[in-house]
């Protein structure tokens, strides 16, 4: 379905929450999602339908100079954009050509697709990064269920079935 993006000012003061100044950050017919703020604050990475053939790419939006550029150009689509703990790479979701849904790495600066973070692993909807060398991941399974993957020894943890679809890293040792 058609999606948008919007950035907006929050101010919290006095348990009350205000949202202002509220923009549509890629106005345009067809999908905007995953928005992942980059750590240094400066730009948003997200998920965009860029062109015709239907198939979703990673953009980068800069917050200052609200302009978006699109970082990749593939025959797939690429899904969950975010920098990896390093910063040296963009990782997403990439619904390959056989339908397999796996982590793969983009050099942050030029975009060029890299490698697949874990041949092994399949059926990955969701994904955040829990440290240098793991992940945490919804796969696709039935019922679905919530992993953890470490990258270094291979490691593929069940934690649960029925999961949400959304987590992040608190911190070292705690994710929501």
């Known amino acids: 379905p058609e999606t948008e993006i919007f950035l907006a000012e929050i101010e919290i003061k006095n348990n009350l929450i205000k949202i202002e100044k509220a923009e549509n950050i890629n106005n345009h017919?067809?999908?905007?999602?995953q928005p992942f703020f980059t750590p240094d604050g400066?730009?948003?990475?997200?998920?965009?339908?860029?062109?015709?053939?239907?198939?979703?790419?990673?953009?980068?939006?800069n917050i200052k100079s609200k302009k978006i550029k699109k970082l990749t150009q593939t025959q797939t689509s690429e899904y969950s954009p975010m920098l990896t703990p390093n910063g040296k790479n963009i990782s997403a979701v990439v619904v390959e050509e056989d339908s397999a849904q796996r982590v793969w790495?983009?050099?942050?600066?030029?975009?060029?697709?890299?490698?697949?973070?874990?041949?092994a692993t399949d059926s990955i909807g969701y994904y955040a990064w829990l440290g240098n060398d793991t992940i945490i991941y919804y796969k696709l399974t039935n019922p679905h269920s919530l992993r953890v993957l470490n990258?270094?020894?291979g490691d593929d943890n069940w934690l649960c079935d029925h999961p949400t679809r959304s987590f992040k890293k608190m911190n070292s040792t705690t994710f929501f």
Request: charged content about 35%.
């Open 29 to 33: 017919k067809g999908y905007d999602n």
């Open 42 to 61: 400066k730009s948003i990475l997200f998920s965009s339908e860029t062109d015709s053939n239907k198939k979703i790419h990673t953009c980068e939006y």
């Open 105 to 119: 790495l983009y050099d942050a600066k030029t975009g060029d697709k890299k490698s697949c973070l874990h041949e």
């Open 151 to 153: 990258l270094k020894t």
